[in-house]
């Protein structure tokens, strides 16, 4: 990590960095009057999390219509800074954005906050589309953290496990955590000046981290970074093919995205009264879970297809997608009812299918069987239809057997 110091460091309980030690090195240092932290509206919503946690006061950062860091916002917030004398800033410089593009200025952000006194973290999330190709500590970054999982293979979903290394430069390594029974900055000595331990494990899970020790061992430099170029020719790839059915929200300055890229479906809203959770359930009925929904931006889907997927898969999912759009197109034409059409009554169960009763404007076949790929033999069925989402999340049901009087 470019000249950085390594040390595991377990996240918030919000999933973000723990920006406690940066926090103490400002009160080591008698900078107890900076307080502010720069970050950009594209960030993940932890960051912010994660500064508040830690006492400090968020200013939030414009970004520009194809997703870069408002640089000229940026040299406002830094002056209004100076003028009131809280000339500390901690900018999460993420990078590349949550919204999908490389930040081209990354080492222009970087040194004018350290042009006035301020740090840089680097939200290591994205560094699908970073390893082997470029280094945080080059660009200006004095923080940042590694996820393990999706980057670096281990498992994720169901809450976890979230952890991962966090790298720093020299000048914040006696503030890193430490451990009681072995302690990382020993060697540090009187220089040593850590806010306590964050872990019950002195280095994290050893359960975990060998999944990442072996994966890079075995992927090798070559492999690294080949993965991290597929992984960012993945995401072009789709974009460019959905092309003309879907609008790409965010591509830089050279028309493209990173490893992920956002399609926006807010004026299918007005047209056909579609939603990307409309689209989703759709997908369902073409074997796929959706990508993210309405995050980083409300009304659209955030694909990322990473390095995993062969190219027959891609392409599927792609087929699917315009096989959809075309049914929307058909909303929009008055050719199917705005309320009874394969997306608002997605998913199609088995039970639905194959009922005596079918009275709905389309058939069973695109139903259940919408893409010459979704074959009887392959078919992954939906075990339950719609439901209330809404109601769902705001009317919680207990199904836990009831508790007997006689225990």
Request: proline content about 7%; aromatic content about 6%; hydrophobic content about 40%.
């Amino acid at each position: 990590m470019a000249g950085m110091r390594v040390c595991a460091i377990r996240v918030t309980p919000s999933g973000g960095i723990d920006m406690a030690h940066l926090k103490d090195m400002l009160e080591f240092r008698g900078d107890t009057g900076r307080n502010i932290c720069l970050i950009p509206v594209s960030a993940h919503g932890t960051n912010p999390a994660s500064a508040h946690m830690a006492g400090m006061r968020v200013c939030a950062i414009r970004v520009t219509p194809s997703g870069g860091i408002d640089m000229a916002h940026l040299k406002d917030m830094v002056s209004f800074g100076r003028r009131a004398q809280q000339e500390h800033f901690l900018p999460h410089a993420d990078i590349p954005q949550h919204v999908r593009v490389f930040e081209e200025g990354a080492a222009d952000v970087c040194e004018l906050v350290h042009k006035h006194g301020g740090q840089v973290y680097l939200d290591g999330a994205n560094m699908n589309a970073q390893v082997g190709l470029c280094r945080p500590g080059d660009y200006g970054s004095d923080v940042s953290h590694l996820n393990l999982h999706k980057t670096f293979c281990i498992p994720h979903g169901g809450g976890g496990p979230g952890m991962g290394p966090i790298g720093v430069k020299a000048h914040l390594a006696p503030f890193l955590p430490s451990h009681p029974v072995v302690d990382p900055l020993a060697d540090l000595g009187d220089e040593a000046h850590s806010f306590g331990s964050v872990s019950a494990a002195p280095f994290g899970s050893s359960a975990i981290l060998p999944i990442s020790w072996a994966y890079i061992k075995m992927m090798g430099p070559k492999g690294l970074r080949r993965a991290t170029q597929v992984a960012i020719l993945n995401a072009n790839y789709m974009s460019k093919k959905l092309d003309g059915h879907y609008k790409t929200l965010y591509k830089g300055e050279r028309g493209l995205v990173a490893h992920e890229f956002i399609i926006d479906i807010r004026d299918m809203k007005k047209t056909a009264n579609i939603e990307p959770g409309d689209i989703a359930k759709r997908l369902m009925d073409y074997g796929f879970h959706a990508p993210t929904m309405s995050w980083p931006v409300a009304g659209t889907l955030m694909i990322e297809p990473t390095e995993s997927e062969d190219l027959q898969e891609l392409d599927r999912f792609c087929e699917a997608l315009i096989s959809i759009r075309k049914e929307i197109k058909e909303i929009e034409d008055g050719t199917m009812d705005k309320r009874i059409n394969p997306l608002k009554m997605a998913p199609h169960t088995q039970e639905v299918v194959i009922s005596e009763e079918w009275n709905r404007p389309y058939s069973r076949e695109q139903a259940a069987f919408p893409a010459t790929f979704v074959k009887g033999e392959t078919k992954i069925w939906p075990t339950v239809g719609r439901i209330d989402d809404q109601y769902g999340d705001k009317h919680l049901v207990c199904t836990c057997p009831p508790v007997l009087d006689d225990f």
